[in-house]
């Protein structure tokens, strides 16, 4: 890739020329990452080009070239998914670049910015002059090493986000929205980094909350039919209970001996009583 665009710029006085790109705009979890780079016009890099045609075991030669060289400025910033949500994939990826170049370890004299727009906060800094390339990682030699940076860097992270979340697949799609990751979603509801905003994931939300609802409404109904057969049984064990013992007092009655009561008789007085004396008057 040749190195026309930052020539010209050398040219007119511009020596520290940043190239800026992201990854990460069109999964549907994890962050957006941004990566802004000033590469020298004495240092090259062999092999370098649109990250997304270049295959990984290059990227990552790459990276640690372009990471480790002691003339190369770099940095990356990452934005997440919860920002993402809040203020929308375009704006977060407008301040993720804009967070890259503040980033820098100095300032640069022009920006080169991968897509057709400049964010507000670099095309406001009347320190920097600033370019929007539409599809700039594959004609511009200094955006082509900072999509490098910002592929590998999140590629990175959605490896370690696999190891905790293994069930999604992060490994082998990185959050894009293939078919067996929109097919994990919907299986097993999303997981905290899926970014709720976009279409599918917030589909598959709804979705999968019918399906925890119905389950729900179905266990309740389980619950309380188990409730009421079990409330049912209790009653006839009762009954069956309660006849038993009837039975059984009744069978007692029957065989046991018949207790007669005797009448208490009174005794009788005394034919006569001892009456006293009258005494006669005089």
């Not at 057709?116 to 004609?139: F, H, M, Q, T």
């Amino acid at each position: 890739m040749g190195r026309d665009k930052e020539k010209g710029l050398w040219t007119k006085g511009a020596i520290k020329v940043a190239g800026v790109d992201e990854a990460g705009r069109g999964p549907l979890a994890g962050p957006v990452v941004a990566a802004a780079c000033v590469v020298p016009k004495e240092v090259h890099f062999e092999g370098v080009g649109d990250s997304k045609k270049i295959n990984e075991e290059t990227r990552n030669r790459l990276f640690t070239e372009i990471t480790t060289h002691p003339k190369v400025e770099y940095s990356i910033v990452r934005v997440e998914h919860d920002e993402i949500d809040s203020i929308n994939i375009l704006q977060a990826t407008f301040r993720a670049m804009e967070r890259a170049i503040a980033g820098l370890p100095s300032v640069p004299n022009h920006v080169l910015i991968d897509g057709p727009y400049v964010p507000a906060g670099i095309n406001e800094d009347e320190r920097l002059g600033s370019e929007a390339i539409v599809k700039g990682d594959s004609k511009v030699f200094s955006i082509a090493c900072a999509s490098i940076l910002a592929k590998v860097s999140r590629d990175a992270i959605m490896k370690e986000y696999h190891e905790i979340y293994p069930e999604y697949g992060f490994a082998q799609h990185k959050g894009y929205p293939t078919f067996a990751h929109r097919s994990a979603v919907l299986t097993h509801g999303p997981c905290p980094i899926h970014r709720r905003s976009f279409g599918p994931v917030r589909k598959a939300l709804e979705t999968f909350q019918g399906k925890s609802n119905a389950k729900d409404d179905s266990n309740m109904s389980s619950l309380q039919g188990a409730g009421r057969a079990g409330k049912k049984k209790r009653r006839k064990e009762h009954q069956k209970v309660t006849k038993g013992n009837r039975e059984a007092q009744a069978k007692r009655s029957r065989n046991s001996p018949k207790i007669v009561q005797k009448r208490s008789i009174p005794q009788k007085w005394p034919g006569h009583v001892r009456r006293s004396p009258r005494i006669a008057a005089k």
